[in-house]
């Protein structure tokens, strides 16, 4: 008898699930052919070709969705009832590495420009060894408040969304994740749902049935997005999310990345205020201006960030390296965020969308015009426009 990859029977199980055991939610979906045929392929880049396909499942289960509220199952539902969220990676791992590891000269690498200068990745020499690499970010180029962001990020549960960063006198060190920009056309929530839904569903092992990957991703988005209203940060943008479902040896992992312009969302040059920052995007539907959190989130968020861990991240920023002197270090930027979490514990907060520019005080409401420039000059004026690593 023909063993069955693991891969192949962790989403056969979950696409039989998914007809045997359907809730309501799933509705017509739940009587399609498709989801009980064995997948064609084995290998992981064809099952992340299979999901990710127009009309594939994982879409199909976004969909399921609408707009009611969440009704999280299994250990999706044993997760949140325990404070976390369903992980598809060890983060801790990474975090050691980066910690421990030493910098080898020899590999650095040029990753891409950011508002002040390149950045660069290396490989680690780590005992035992790893195949982590580490993107400085020194304090001049805004590491501290890289730092700041994920160690936020982690607070809410989400370790394995956002890359393992450490901090030290000089820099912060960001875990490398390797994969690239969905397009400047994947703006909107069903597309980082139907993403991280497949993310779930391609990770060995999970156990998820397509709708239950579909509401942890929704969780996680909706999390992503209260992250960033928490930390006025206007730089989501398709540059900043890095998708891993399309390169040879993909692993279908989805990370967010780049906290650099925390605090830049409340100005009003970008046309945001405390409780109404200027936001980028996979915050809803296109043009949308508000988002109304599901329940289920909103409890996660009440038991996992209380005002006084803001305090706590808060206070290490500023007595840490790199921390004082930069647009979230002000006192004011803390009571900011006091303010804006008792926001998102009401279910529902609202934003602006982002106005990319205005650095010289003028706001643009278009991208500057790049014909013409090329190499170095054309990574510099992308990344006037508030994207890139």
Known sequence: MTSIPPTTQVLRT?????????????GAIAHDAALVQPLAQADLPSVLRDLAAPGGIAARAVEALGDAPLRPTGALRDALDAGRIIATRDAGASQRALATGTLQEATKHAVGEGMNGMLYRYALSTDPATDVQAVLKTHGQGGAVEHFGAQLARSLGLDDLVPATTLDAAAARIEFRPGG???N???????????LTIRHLASPGSGLTPVEA?????IERQLLGSLDYLLANPDRNPSNLVVDQARPGATGAVTA????????????????TTLRPALGSYQGPSGATHVDLDPEVVAHIR????????????????????????????DSFRVGMQERLAQLLTGRYEFHPYVPGGFGGVARTEPIAREGARGLAAARMAAMDGFGF
């Open 181 to 183: 920009g969905p397009g």
């Open 303 to 330: 038991r996992n960030l209380t005002p006084a861990r803001i305090d706590e991240l808060h206070a290490n920023l500023v007595a840490g390296p790199g921390g004082r002197g930069t647009l979230v270090s002000p």
């Open 185 to 195: 056309a994947a703006r909107d929530a069903a597309y980082l749902d139907t993403a």
């Open 214 to 218: 579909a509401t942890a991703g929704r």
């Open 257 to 272: 990345i780049d906290f650099g312009l925390s605090g830049r969302g409340v100005f009003g040059v970008h046309g945001g």
């Open 14 to 26: 979950a696409l039989t699930a998914a007809v045997h055991e359907a809730s309501p939610a799933l």
